[in-house]
């Protein structure tokens, strides 16, 4: 079998009960975790409230579908575009370190989606919801992903249209013939640049939606017999070879089945790129154990690899004076900052953008390519912090960041962040939703979960 074939039957085949237990539980603790991305971004995110007049204009806001925290039914479509851009809006989803993807933002909406049309059983969804992830991931490692950035695009978004098209084609039910149209259809649509880049724009959470609506409507046209391109990931112009000069495309299928990639995801213990989290992980010990003030902090320097500084570095004036959430969220100096000035870094430090003591330190803090955090990439996101303070230097390197699949979450620690940001819009209500998320593969069908998704009256939403 080709490249294309092993994985639709991989995915048309897969079954919860033939996972390992500890995928079926990561799984569910990664649904959690976007979950509550989608609740908070679903108010709070600025680019929200275009995105739901946009999905109202084009005939997308009617039907009996779910967005997490709306009590408004939508389309199908509708629903997996607006649940995967606010999954993506905080930038505080998930994150595979090596394949540098976001996979559950495209992929979870797709599934949930994809359930509510089918009706399908909690299992089915969370079976739809690893095959997902392990096509999104495979074929950004077998991009790879660095040369992929090197192009300009944004893995994300376009693997994640694949992610999402074998995550609703197993929802639907669909065989591994119709599964490989499924991905054939997706090629089409697999885009996204990081162009977002130059201005802060909405764009980058903007595509990994589009991504998950595209993977839900690729299923649904192969479920009516519409016909895909052939060959879709390694054929002549297929996703693999186009993409990226030099694509290992076996990659893709190494293991397929025996390793799930989906272990090898982090989640955010904080909401902007993850290529700050180690320098913030060492900015909060540093600043407690060495109990810092702001004004007793003469300079800082984050060390990160060459791929991260293309995200949170460069260029550094540009990073110095963040402008809005976007532009902070990239900033290694902002975060930095922070951190050290107020011993976290949670998304109502946003509010900070102005902040005088913030804003002080900014130009003190410098993002640099360091030889000893690029000889851990791509196996690890590190970085290295250098504090100059009170005329003493201090060094802290963290290899694994806090919330990396060896340095994961507590359940406990995950429900935490899950109720900070659901709370808001669910309030006691989101306990409940935690409790259906983290029984999934025992629920017969998606309303009983989603139910405590939807605000209480309409005005709330």
Avoid at 1 to 29: C, H, W, Y
Avoid at 331 to 340: E, K, R, T
Avoid at 430 to 456: C, F, K, N, V, Y
């Amino acid at each position: 079998m080709n490249i294309t074939e092993q994985i639709s039957t991989f995915a048309a085949g897969l079954r919860i009960e033939d996972l390992p237990s500890e995928v079926v539980q990561r799984t569910k603790l990664l649904t959690l975790d976007l979950a509550g991305n989608i609740l908070r971004a679903r108010f709070e995110a600025e680019s929200t409230p275009a995105m739901l007049r946009g999905v109202e204009a084009l005939g997308l806001g009617h039907g009996n579908a779910t967005v997490l925290g709306d009590a408004q039914g939508y389309a199908p479509a509708g629903a997996a575009l607006l649940n995967a851009t606010l999954a993506h809006s905080l930038d505080f989803d998930d994150t595979h370190a090596v394949a540098v993807v976001h996979p559950g933002a495209p992929v979870i909406p797709a599934a949930l989606a994809a359930g509510q049309m089918a009706g399908a059983s909690g299992s089915t969804v969370l079976a739809g919801i690893v095959a997902g992830y392990e096509v999104a991931l495979r074929l950004a490692l077998a991009l790879p992903a660095g040369a992929h950035y090197d192009r300009g695009f944004h893995p994300s978004a376009t693997c994640g249209a694949f992610g999402a098209a074998a995550a609703a084609a197993r929802v639907f039910g669909l065989d591994a013939a119709a599964t490989a149209s499924a991905l054939g259809i997706a090629l089409s649509q697999s885009a996204g640049s990081l162009q977002f880049l130059a201005n802060g724009a909405w764009t980058k959470r903007f595509q990994v939606g589009w991504s998950g609506m595209a993977g839900l409507a690729a299923a649904q046209l192969a479920k009516e017999g519409f016909k895909g391109a052939a060959e879709p990931l390694e054929g002549k112009h297929g996703f693999l070879r186009a993409y990226a000069p030099e694509p290992n495309p076996e990659r893709a299928v190494q293991d397929l089945g025996r390793v799930y990639e989906l272990m090898a995801v982090g989640v955010k213990p904080y909401p902007s790129c993850r290529w700050g989290h180690a320098g913030i992980d060492a900015a909060i010990a540093l600043r407690a154990e060495l109990d810092l003030k702001p004004e007793d902090i003469e300079s800082a320097t984050l060390g990160v690899s060459r791929a991260g500084m293309l995200l949170v570095g460069e260029p550094a004036a540009r990073k110095a004076d963040p402008r809005n959430i976007v532009d902070a969220q990239f900033s290694g100096p902002f975060v930095i900052a922070v951190a050290l000035a107020t011993g976290q870094m949670g998304w109502d430090s946003y509010g900070l953008l102005q902040d005088p003591a913030v804003r002080a330190l900014l130009p003190r803090i410098a993002v640099e390519n360091d030889p000893e955090i690029e000889a851990e990439f791509p196996a690890n996101m590190s970085g290295k912090l250098t504090l100059r303070a009170r005329g003493g230097s201090h060094v802290r390197k963290v290899i694994v960041p806090k919330g990396e699949p060896s340095n994961f979450l507590s359940e406990a620690e995950l429900r935490g962040k899950f109720g900070s940001l659901a709370r808001p819009s669910l309030a006691e209500r989101s306990d409940a939703l935690a409790d259906a998320i983290l029984r999934l593969d025992q629920l017969p069908g998606l309303e009983d979960l989603l139910r405590h998704a939807r605000p209480l009256s309409r005005a709330a939403a």
